[in-house]
């Protein structure tokens, strides 16, 4: 398989079938598009994807995040700028409407956007026409505009956050992308995409898959942070994984406590194991070794799933790792044997 760094919409569960299809009939139009959705879920993806299926497909596709500029930068950023606007304004800045002439402009977390930004998004949707910041004459756009939000755009205009006008202009079509949670048939096929693109990046001739470990950690769990999340976690899996040419066994998903179990389907094959009672009556001691007992018996029935054996024993799974620590057993692969 040829593996490029080329961003691509992937799924086939029926809710993103539908958002493709939507954004099929959506693109050839010349109107505005929202594009609704958590964060992670690839809002910015989607954009691309209408306006490379539009007729300006062949046109600029330029990119703003609103959220990231204070009202004065966002403005002349957006619409540009003359000599003397203000203080450092020693020469005309060309904004990015004017850059994207004849193509699409996409603005993420347009909900940021100042009132004033917001009169000039609206002028400029329904008349196709803005000043320059400091300017004397009206100039002609030609853009498509593409904008997106994770904030609830139509509560802001109940309470007047945000222009109740705009948002329906912005809203000719509204684009919902959805959380990963609820596309759990997607889940193994973005993954699978990450991988390979991770090998690749790191010139592994071939990527040796999932274990059935593996995929059902990425199926439990809830991905709060959508698909930005899950390519995170299998592209540090993949790089951190020392014997590439077996397949990833456990995802790493937390990077600030990961100390994984290395090897555990050899560990798995092995006959059962008990911890020694100790031989001294103390109380402390005879507790330590039940907790180290019941720590390794969660931990070998959920086939050394950290996140599902701290679940099991009714803990956080930082206190499993703080547990693991106390009895001394990380590296799991290593206590294991010495017991075996």
């Keep these: 398989m040829r593996l490029t760094n080329k961003k691509t919409m992937l799924g086939e569960s029926p809710l993103m079938l539908d958002l493709s299809d939507q954004v099929s009939r959506i693109a050839p139009l010349n109107k505005p598009v929202l594009i609704l959705g958590e964060r992670g879920t ?25 959220a990231s500029m204070n009202d004065n930068l966002l403005d002349s950023e957006l619409f540009g700028h003359e000599v003397g606007a203000f203080t450092g304004a020693v020469k005309r800045h060309v904004g990015r409407f004017e850059r994207a002439e004849g193509g699409s402009l996409f603005l993420d977390e347009v909900a940021t956007c100042s009132t004033q930004v917001q009169e000039k998004l609206l002028r400029i949707v329904e008349y196709g026409e803005y000043e320059r910041l400091g300017g004397q004459s009206m100039l002609q756009a030609d853009v498509r505009l593409i904008t997106a939000t994770n904030a609830d755009l139509r509560g802001m205009a109940e309470n007047e956050e945000f222009r109740a006008d705009l948002l329906d202009r912005l809203a000719f079509d509204v684009l919902h992308i959805p959380p990963l949670r609820y596309r759990q048939q997607d889940v193994l096929i973005l993954a699978e995409h990450f991988a390979l693109s991770m090998c690749f990046e790191l010139e592994r001739q071939y990527f040796p898959g999932f274990t059935d470990n593996a995929k059902s950690q990425m199926l439990e769990y809830a991905w709060p942070g959508n698909v930005r999340e899950l390519r995170n976690a299998v592209e540090r899996s993949v790089y951190r994984q020392e014997l590439i040419d077996e397949p990833v066994d456990e995802l790493i998903i937390d990077p600030f406590a990961a100390s994984w179990l290395q090897g555990s389907k050899e560990v798995i094959k092995k006959a059962p194991f008990v911890i020694p009672q100790p031989e001294v009556s103390k109380l402390s001691d005879q507790v330590g070794a039940l907790e180290q007992q019941l720590l390794l018996d969660a931990l070998k029935t959920t086939r050394f799933n950290q996140k599902l054996a701290a679940e099991k024993l009714g803990l956080t799974y930082h206190q499993l790792r703080a547990q693991l620590r106390k009895h001394k057993m990380i590296p799991l692969k290593s206590y294991i044997d010495r017991h075996q």
């Design 42 to 66: 690839g809002k910015e993806l989607v954009a691309e994807r209408v306006h490379f299926l539009s007729r300006r497909w062949d046109q600029h596709f330029l990119k703003v995040s609103c």
